[in-house]
Nanobody, 115 residues
């Protein structure tokens, strides 16, 4: 059974950094895409960043230049390095992985940016 485990969320001051990790267990196959969505209170969920198995990346405009997504296929793990965090980055961040035909989800982790 495939499971995703997230870690790395928390409280940080504006301008600070956090690194999220998302590790898949229970599969020896490489996920075609891995990434993160986020949802803030009262707002729609949005795709933050995704990365293909070959390393191609996509970012939402609001995080370009501040967030970096990467992955280690051998460990079935993705990372989201978040720098220069802003209060508007506050949200629940949920990682996912695509292994056709299914999408698997992590449990979600809270990121709060506040002074």
């Amino acid at each position: 059974q495939v499971q995703f485990v997230e870690s790395g969320g928390g409280l940080v001051q504006p301008g600070g950094s956090l690194r999220l990790s998302c590790t898949a267990s229970g599969s020896r196959f490489v996920f075609s895409y891995m990434g993160w969505y986020r949802q803030a209170l009262g707002k729609q969920r949005e795709l933050v960043a995704s990365i293909s198995s070959a390393g191609s990346t996509i970012y939402v405009d609001s995080v370009k230049g501040r967030f970096t997504i990467s992955r280690d296929n051998a460990k079935n793990t993705a990372y989201l390095q978040m720098n220069s965090l802003k209060p508007e980055d506050t949200a629940v961040y949920s990682c996912y992985g695509d292994l056709s035909p299914r999408r698997y989800w992590g449990q979600g982790t809270q990121v709060t940016v506040s002074s």
